[in-house]
């Protein structure tokens, strides 16, 4: 009796533990009106607002005790752009876990600390002092550190807190830290995002975007967020793309964006600090850092099943749909004229399969339809037409979801005729050619999941079997990724 007495009552400790207010929101507060007042300008990215920002987290991390990653806190980087080099600088502190197998694994808390900075109005300094986006995830994971330090003896894997740069320039930060392997990538086992975390009372609940990319994870939140007093108000099994979630999700890490939505003022000059719900960001830190400390001491932490497929094919080939419009003529090789300028346009299915960082092949399957002038009339033909191209990206392919990608094209195309007619069809469509084929060339840009294209398309045979007359194609086209 004495014994089940004292394991009910460690276990009513520890249920209690769990509800706890393990953050103090008046710390939470005093680094958000830091980071969003109007001293720092906004926290404009590789400006010197951002460098106050970075200096004054370095300190934080140094004072709560977070070990400095690899001897320092502070890991600059070069963002190159056209004829442009900015410098920013992620800031990473580390928790390391007890256990002496377990601790060579990681779970990343991140949070980025840049903003949108300022710009002149009429000789005003209009400032945009994020203090939603992002100092409350800032504040957070400054004191969520804190606590884990306080509380190292219950991690068995480590913890890496990393305050990002470039995120609002297009997830620049947390982009080179993955493609560079500042933190060894392989080894992390989830990723946190908190990035917009002040408006808990607003929005009634938090989102957990990604939360089914960890097996067991929809389960194992839900549970969590209950014991907390908490509403989790939207989850899913995909990778939120428009923030530092996403390279961590394209490397096939299971990967969570905490968020209280965009009910504040988001990406306005009223994004201030004396908006913020101070109780409810300590609310949910709380539960980010017991969340933590529980995947910490799991046996195992393993990405969804439908995550690791849909990862791997992402990083292996993207499949579209796309439509086309343009205009359309024919070239008379061996007449003194052209056809006269007609309508085309296409629609159908692109596969894109990447080859390295810097080339995709393309292949394309198509319906086509235009309409120009031939020597009897009105030409109108219905094509298969299947274009197969490379396309070169001038910078190489950005790993982030947000930052364009502006790319070269050129290949090779091949048409089959399904019917074609000629003014009143009294020139006999026997004259015809079932087949044919050119090159094409052009220019695109890629951004989040569009794909738009402006490609040139020239025959190198006639249609004609009895004149040289040769289609050509000039396309401007829309594409969207699945």
């Known amino acids: 009796m004495k014994n089940f007495s004292l394991l009910l009552l460690a276990g009513m400790l520890c249920f209690a533990n769990v ?12 680094h958000v009106y830091l980071l969003a007042s109007d001293s720092l300008m906004g926290r404009g990215f590789g400006m010197r607002g951002g460098r106050m920002a970075s200096e004054y987290i370095t300190r934080q991390f140094e004072s709560a005790g977070l070990k400095p990653w ?67 995830g800032v504040a957070s994971i400054i004191e969520i550190g804190r606590w884990l330090v306080q509380n190292r003896d219950k991690l068995k ?34 990723m946190f995002s908190l990035d917009m975390v002040g408006m808990l009372g607003k929005y009634g609940g938090i989102d957990l975007v990604g939360n089914e990319t960890l097996s067991g994870g929809d389960e194992f939140f839900s549970q969590l967020a209950s014991m ?20 961590f999700g394209k490397a096939g890490v299971p990967s969570v964006h905490v968020f ?7 990406h306005r000059p009223t994004d201030d600090a004396n908006r913020l719900d101070y109780m409810g960001m300590a609310k949910i830190a709380s539960f980010v850092s017991d969340a933590t400390v529980k995947l910490s001491n799991l046996e195992s932490l393993r990405p969804e099943n439908k995550f ?3 990862t791997a094919d992402k990083n292996t080939f993207v499949t579209g749909i796309s439509f086309g419009a343009g205009r359309a003529f024919h070239l008379y090789d061996d007449e003194f004229y052209q056809s006269k300028v007609g309508f085309v346009f296409n629609i159908g299915l692109y596969t894109q399969f990447r080859l390295s960082r810097s080339i995709d092949l393309q292949v394309e399957a198509k319906y086509l339809n235009y309409s120009t002038t031939h020597s009897y009339g009105k030409f109108r033909t ?41 003014g009143d069809g009294t020139y006999s469509s026997a004259n015809f050619k079932d087949h044919s084929y050119g090159l094409q060339f052009g220019l695109g840009f890629s951004i989040m999941n569009a794909n738009i294209q402006m490609v040139r398309y020239s025959a190198l045979s006639s249609i004609d079997r009895n004149v040289a007359a040769n289609p050509n194609y000039f396309i401007f086209s829309i594409g969207v990724n699945f």
Do not use: C
Request: proline share 4%.
């Open 19 to 30: 509800g706890a207010q393990n953050v103090d929101s008046l710390m939470l507060k005093k």
């Open 70 to 136: 690899e001897g320092k806190y502070i890991h600059p980087f070069i963002k190159s752009g056209m004829m442009i080099k900015t410098e920013g600088a992620n800031i990473i502190g580390w928790v390391e876990g007890s256990d002496s197998l377990l601790k060579n694994e990681y779970i990343v808390l991140g949070a980025h600390y840049d903003h949108l900075g300022y710009k002149i109005v009429d000789s005003d300094t209009i400032v945009y002092n994020g203090a939603d986006d992002n100092a409350s």
């Open 157 to 190: 894997r480590s913890v890496i807190l990393v305050a990002f740069d470039g995120e609002e320039a297009g997830l620049i930060g947390s982009s080179y830290m993955v493609k560079n392997n500042v933190i060894p990538i392989k080894q992390v086992k989830f």
């Open 228 to 247: 907390h007093d908490i509403i989790i108000k939207k989850t899913g099994g995909r990778i939120e793309p428009q923030t530092d979630t996403w390279p």
């Open 260 to 266: 209280t939505s965009t009910v504040s003022p988001y």
């Open 308 to 310: 690791t497929k849909a």
């Open 382 to 422: 219905h094509d298969i037409f299947v274009p197969v191209s490379m396309l070169y990206y001038l910078n190489g392919r950005s790993d982030s979801h947000l930052s364009p990608n502006l790319f070269l094209i050129w290949g090779g195309n091949y048409s089959y005729r399904l019917s074609t007619k000629v």
